[in-house]
């Protein structure tokens, strides 16, 4: 159950104080943490500071002055970065660190432009001592928000991974997630396809650490995210009384302290304007307090809806910053709560989103497609419809018939379609006669497509032109995501902490999948099993085999963000 738009404004706030008795007195870094506080105290009465201790000040120092560097050094080190040759921050002296704790905060839908709108301290404190990147997009179809968590989460895309979106169909089975009771299915669907988590291949390095994933109402946001191997998974839906609670996913219970609090329950569904995402980051710091996690992964559902299809995201710059600020008090909040733990300096934070989020200013009929599947002579299991259609076929040997009539349709809603062939035993798309695709754009298009062929793959998609989307028009939605274009692929990026080089900002291209092979990499676990990569020009201290890698890597997906860039460009050119 979604709660309700009605009556959205800013709520008052409950804060919590937290001590390091609220962490594993026995944990080794707090041991670590203790033993230098007591040399710290100890050169302090004795006048000064040991070798160790200066070595430790000045490191600490340059962080600061390197935090403050203009965007000139940044270049620099970025050019050097990138240019392959030894780490940058290796040659300026920076130490590496390898953090103990992760906060990573997937704002659902959030684009870019967000976090240029107003001041954000505690935001751009972050930024300004970390590495952003200004190229980063989903690299995956469907651009949704199961497929992107499950991304995330794998560093891996749906071919991988398993989930491709909401819903789709096979020629046995539909599989729909728009219920919690389906949770297990997308658990189910993730050990099936093998692939590794972030929690997973953490937790195989270091079994006593606690994984905890929570939303607000996306459960299939938690799920994904958290992975079979969290300890505890939750997220809110109204109940019988109407009151707004905290739920479990089953098998991932956090302890009753938790789901009992009356401080994390409201009185309704009716939530204010940013009500929704505060009351995750006070679940986030209930778990936080209680379990002692080591990964906190959390989803901020307002981004999505109602900010971004409701209220039409950049469209409503208002409404943007009051729900960026509230994202600012609350990162502030788990920060002050990882200070006074004292674990604060041991702490990885990283900030994205699961998918763009494009303003609407056409809706594509749905006769469009259904006739062309009708006229094909088959029908439809299911269509998932967003920026794309992804279209499943009772006959999949229909699919060029069909991709062709949606094509003579003419709508200027629709870019192209392409429809599914097997050759040789291995599935691919084919764009269908009369596809208006440039070449550059048909690169773009085969390498998102190919993230789709996991074996429950549609047999036809259709692109939605920029601008334009397949959903019900009745919605009155302003802003939708799920295909191709730019809007609807670029997200936000934002590392900073234990391990990360400060004052970068990169165009270098990035996507969803190279998170998690990020952050493990930075926490000292390798990322076996995953398809991304690590970002090596946000590492202090890369391998060159990694570093290696991102560099083809960057050779093959740059040209795909320059044409989907482009292509937008054209587009809002022509409007």
Not at 22 to 28: E, G, K, Q, Y
Not at 378 to 395: K, N
Request: glycine content about 8%; charged content about 15%; overall charge negative.
């Amino acid at each position: 159950m979604k709660p309700s738009n009605a009556s959205r404004s800013r709520d008052g706030r409950r804060s919590r104080r937290y001590t390091s008795a609220d962490f594993p007195s026995n944990d080794v870094d707090q041991h670590a943490q203790s033993v230098w506080e007591k040399r710290r105290r100890k050169a302090r009465r004795q006048g000064g500071l040991g070798p160790a201790s200066r070595l430790a000040l000045l490191c600490a120092l340059y962080l600061t002055v390197a935090s403050a560097i203009g965007a000139g050094a940044a270049k620099v080190l970025h050019d050097r970065s990138a240019a392959g040759s030894l780490p940058s921050a290796r040659l300026l002296g920076l130490a590496p660190v390898t953090p103990k704790y992760l906060v990573l905060m997937v704002l659902d839908g959030a684009r870019p432009d967000y976090f240029g709108l107003t001041a954000l301290p505690h935001v751009d404190a972050l930024r300004a001592a970390g590495t952003q990147y200004s190229k980063a997009f989903d690299g995956i179809l469907e651009s949704e928000t199961p497929s992107g968590h499950a991304t995330i989460a794998t560093g891996s895309r749906p071919d991988k991974d398993g989930l491709l979106g909401f819903d789709w169909a096979n020629t046995t089975t539909r599989y729909s997630l728009f219920s919690p009771d389906q949770m297990g299915t997308v658990e189910q669907l993730m050990q099936d396809s093998h692939a590794p988590t972030l929690g997973s291949l953490y937790k195989q390095k270091f079994p006593t650490a606690r994984v905890v994933a929570l939303s607000g109402h996306k459960y299939y946001a938690a799920a994904p995210l958290g992975g079979p191997a969290a300890d505890a998974i939750v997220y809110y839906q109204g109940d019988p009384k109407g009151h707004y609670v905290p739920v479990a996913v089953p098998g991932h219970t956090p302890p009753a302290s938790v789901m009992n609090d009356p401080a994390l329950t409201l009185p309704t569904i009716t939530l204010k304007d940013g009500q929704e995402d505060h009351l995750a980051t006070q679940m986030a710091l209930s778990l936080v307090k209680s379990m002692q996690p080591r990964m906190l992964l959390i989803n901020y559902p307002e981004f999505d809806w109602p900010l971004g299809h409701v209220d039409g995201g950049n469209l409503d710059t208002a409404k943007v910053i009051t729900d960026m600020k509230v994202f600012d008090s609350d990162l502030g909040a788990i920060e002050d709560a990882y200070r006074k733990a004292g674990i604060l300096d041991q702490t990885l934070f990283v900030i994205t989103a699961d998918h763009g989020m494009m303003p609407i200013t056409r809706f594509v009929p749905a006769t469009t497609v259904s006739n062309a599947v009708t006229q094909a002579g088959t029908t439809a299991p299911d269509i998932a419809s967003s920026t794309a259609d992804y279209v499943w076929l009772a006959d999949p040997n229909k699919a060029q018939i069909v991709a062709e009539n949606i094509v003579n349709a003419r709508d200027p809603g629709i870019a192209s379609a392409y429809y599914l062939v097997t050759a040789g035993g291995k599935p691919s798309y084919v764009a269908a006669n009369g596809s208006n695709v440039t070449p550059a754009m048909e690169t773009a298009n085969q390498y998102l497509l190919s993230a789709l062929l996991n074996g429950h793959e549609p047999s036809v998609v259709a692109f939605g032109a920029p601008g334009a989307s397949f959903s019900d028009p009745k919605s009155n939605w302003k802003a939708d995501h799920g295909g191709n274009t730019w809007q609807a692929q670029s997200i936000p990026l934002i590392l900073s902490g234990a391990g990360i080089v400060p004052g970068v900002v990169s165009t270098d291209p990035v996507q969803l999948d190279d998170i998690a092979p990020t952050v493990l990499t930075d926490m000292g676990v390798a990322p076996r099993g995953m398809e991304g990569h690590a970002l090596t020009e946000s590492l202090i201290q890369p391998t060159t085999a990694d570093m290696q890698q991102r560099q083809a890597e960057i050779a093959q997906i740059g040209p795909v963000v320059d044409a989907l860039i482009s292509n937008d460009q054209a587009a809002q050119g022509k409007s």
